[in-house]
């Protein structure tokens, strides 16, 4: 009698169980959640945009440059409306240079 489907339910519930017991859902409540890579690459300028006249409820996020790891390059992201949010400020996406190396800070809402 062949054992190995056997064995291998087996061993694919053991990795199903451990993949649960290490699962941690994302929280909900964050104002910041930030995600930063870093690159030797420094980025361009930023581009000179037209900001749009005003939105009633919104808040203008400037564009910004993204890393495209695949093209290993800059990629010019343009500025787009996100809901406003009550007490809290808008801060731009930006890049810091760290040493040698660049890290992009994504943009988020604050105090």
Do not use: C
Not at 24 to 39: C, E, L, M, Y
Not at 49 to 70: M, N
Request: aromatic share 16%.
């Amino acid at each position: 009698m062949n054992r190995s489907p056997l064995k291998l339910a087996l061993l694919a519930g053991l990795g199903l169980t451990f993949a649960a017991t290490i699962y941690a859902p994302p929280a909900t409540a964050r104002t910041h959640v930030s995600v930063g890579i870093g690159i030797n690459v420094a980025p361009p300028p930023p581009r000179l945009e037209r900001r749009p006249p005003p939105r009633r409820g919104y808040v203008w996020a400037p564009g910004y440059w993204r890393w495209d790891g695949r093209g290993h390059r800059h990629v010019w992201v343009g500025g787009y409306w996100v809901r406003a949010r009550p007490g809290l400020r808008y801060h731009r996406a930006y890049w810091v240079q760290d040493g040698p190396r660049w890290r992009f800070r994504e943009g988020y809402w604050g105090r």
